[in-house]
């Protein structure tokens, strides 16, 4: 059955496109201008086709293999990325590019369905439209030979995302949402004609993008099924302003958009192809085969010309997918920044005072501050407008989904307060964070290397990486300065002293997510660490044992994120044969205070401090003190790194260098 599905309740506006000639046609870059319509297509024409097909190797071209998403096999030969049998003609289509360009052909000379049902029942032409126009131009079709058909159901798809602009929208980091701890991307199809602010016409707009369909709530089953491919992952279409619901309003996720330079032509195939791909799914694959790497392959499947997914590692992770567009010089024609409901907020706060501030809590909370009403018209708006602000960050998602009545009822009233005041709200400008998008970030993997001493084992050499993302000391540029996503983390140690290699670090993943802790919100910020780590106290000297830790607490966070500080309550389990861990058990349960302060000096440097005091119940030893600190010297795609750490039985200073890459 095919996925796309639009209820006429979602149907705001029809955007211009073709008319009853056919978006086939129409797509099929206008090759006769005027064509005359055959009542059925000449039998004669197909073996000619099939036999310049072959004779031109057109199952070879890129725009054929890029179309049917195969990609070479290590031991030779093709494979689709595409699971849904539907998208394919051939019984063996999936592994032979040749025979299914043939059995489509055969299919473009097929008669009319009888009695079709869904889409994946429609005639091959009208499931295909853009492969339909891709051969036209590959073989140069003879339209009068093989007319295009009339395909009602791709006409009103055609009608409703047919695009004059193409933007990629990043969402930004989520660490609250394992699927979009990483970022997200999705496509913007537009009304508006390229280069000109969409703002007014986002109602209009489509959103599409590629996600997994979760079969479980289960955080563990989620995170093995979608490192493993076990999720069906499809496209989706909703109307633009649904996703800024989600993103920007639900989530509070900053939007970036990056509207592209595509020829009509390009447009015209994006939505073809976008059409072709409703009726398939692919394995879902959270680092590889994921939101992104899917984008770019629809996007070089419409514009040949493009280069995108050689320009992404084997991990793609969303902001290098960002970065690809822009190795594609000229491909990015404009970018701009949709700020988030709670980034509004912060604005929006920022120019009342501090009694006016008390106003605005007491109103989101359905209250009456004293005196309000005889307050000058001006200052009512202000305060109104931010209490609105507050509402929306605090219950949007129960509001819109209507599950919370009396949210609802408090946002109304507080609407029709605002109405009754005629005067029009200021325009609220918001310049985009001064570090940038994506694009400005640094590599998602780091290594580095460096020399230090211990008290404990002398000279030291360190090598250290990550596979992803950032950490709290790396560049700011277009990260927030508020998390934390790491990913396969790895510290080794030698020591040349014994001639010996240690393991100190292997983590699974780390995250930290700082919140903040305001009059507003009392949003608890956290931390998580999984992995294994070597042992540095008398419990098991220098073995290595797996780790599990987590943290709550409050922190401060200055305006731009200059200076962030967070005290939170950890509890952490240590697990190895040989640790004197609790009642003489190999487990070891702690708990204690955590205790984290970062300064950023703008994009020139970072300094991160942590400390760290545990009690471990029934074990030995009882307790622990750990200190750290982190910092760190920008270089562009480098960074020199200062590290010293005290911990029970040691102390160490190590310099390194850091370099970003992937």
């Not at 015209?268 to 770019?296: I, K, P, R």
């Not at 029009?424 to 290594?447: C, D, N, V």
């Not at 003489?584 to 204690?592: C, D, I, V």
Request: glycine share 10%.
């Amino acid at each position: 059955m095919h996925h796309w599905s639009f209820s006429r309740a979602r149907t705001v506006a029809r955007g211009a496109g073709p008319g009853c000639v056919g978006a086939v046609a129409a797509i099929a870059v206008a090759l006769a201008p005027s064509i005359a319509r055959a009542v059925e297509p000449d039998p004669r024409y197909l073996d000619e086709l099939v036999g310049a097909a072959r004779a031109a190797g057109v199952a070879r071209d890129q725009g054929w293999l890029r179309l049917g998403h195969w990609r070479s096999r290590l031991l030779g030969g093709f494979e689709s990325e595409a699971d849904g049998p539907a998208f394919f003609l051939a019984p063996d289509g999936k592994r032979d590019p040749e025979t299914e360009l043939e059995a489509t052909l055969r299919g473009f000379f097929a008669p009319e369905p009888v009695a079709p049902g869904d889409a994946t029942s429609d005639h091959p032409q009208c499931r295909f439209p853009a492969r339909f126009a891709f051969l036209a131009r590959a073989l140069r079709f003879d339209l009068a030979r093989l007319p295009p058909r009339g395909c009602p159901r791709f006409e009103e798809f055609w009608r409703r995302v047919g695009a004059r602009s193409v933007a990629v929208v990043f969402s930004s980091y989520y660490l609250n949402n394992p699927a979009s701890a990483f970022g997200h991307t999705f496509l913007r199809l537009g009304k508006a004609v390229a280069g000109v602010r969409p703002d007014r016409l986002e109602l209009i707009d489509q959103g599409v993008s590629y996600g997994a369909t979760p079969d479980t709530t289960n955080p563990f089953a989620y995170v093995v099924n979608g490192l493993t491919g076990s999720f069906r992952g499809d496209f989706k279409v909703l109307p633009y302003f649904y996703k800024v619901r989600e993103y920007a309003d639900y989530e509070s996720r900053d939007l970036w958009e990056y509207e592209l330079d595509l020829e009509p032509l390009e447009r015209a195939m994006l939505a073809g192809h976008l059409w072709e791909l409703g009726q398939t799914w692919f394995d879902y694959f959270y680092l590889t085969e994921n939101c992104s790497y899917h984008v770019l392959g629809v996007l070089e499947a419409a514009a040949l010309r493009l280069k995108l997914l050689t320009r992404v590692g084997k991990i793609t992770l969303p902001a290098d997918t960002v970065k690809a567009l822009f190795a594609n010089p000229g491909l990015v024609r404009a970018v701009r920044f949709r700020a988030s409901a709670r980034t509004q907020l912060g604005a929006r706060a920022s120019l009342l005072s501090g009694p006016q501030l008390d106003e605005v809590a007491i109103l989101a909370e359905g209250g009456e501050p004293a005196d309000f009403v005889q307050a000058p018209e001006e200052e009512r708006v202000h305060i109104l407008d931010t209490a609105l602000d507050l509402v929306d960050v605090r219950h949007g998602r129960a509001i819109v989904q209507g599950t919370d009545p009396d949210a609802d009822a408090l946002r109304q009233r507080l609407l029709e307060r605002r109405s009754a005041i005629p005067i029009a709200s200021e325009q609220l400008a918001i310049p985009p964070p001064s570090r940038g998008g994506p694009e400005r970030g640094h590599g998602s993997m780091r290594l580095g290397a460096g020399g230090g001493v211990s008290t404990a084992d002398g000279p030291l050499v360190v090598l250290d990486g990550r596979l992803a993302l950032h950490d709290l000391a790396d560049p700011p540029a277009g990260f927030s300065p508020t998390t934390q996503l790491e990913f396969l983390k790895l510290r080794l140690t030698l020591l040349p002293r014994s001639r010996s290699l240690r393991l100190d670090e292997a983590s699974l993943m780390e995250a930290t997510s700082l919140n903040a802790f305001d009059r507003f919100e009392r949003r608890i910020s956290w931390k998580l660490r999984a992995g294994a780590a070597r042992v540095v106290d008398a419990g098991c000297p220098g073995c290595v044992a797996g780790r599990f830790e987590m943290g709550f607490g409050p922190a401060l966070l200055a305006r731009g994120g200059a200076l962030a500080a967070a005290v939170t309550a950890d509890v952490e389990l240590m697990a190895a044969p040989d640790l004197r861990g609790a009642g003489g058990a190999p487990l070891r349960p702690g708990l204690g205070p955590g205790v984290l302060v970062r300064l950023l000096a703008g994009d020139r440097g970072a300094l991160l401090g942590t400390a760290a005091w545990r009690w471990f119940p029934a074990a030995s030893p009882r307790k622990s003190l750990q200190f750290g600190a982190i910092g760190r010297l920008f270089l562009g795609r480098a960074s020199l790194q200062a590290e010293w750490r005290r911990v029970p039985l040691a102390q160490e200073v190590v310099l390194s260098l850091e370099v970003y890459g992937g």
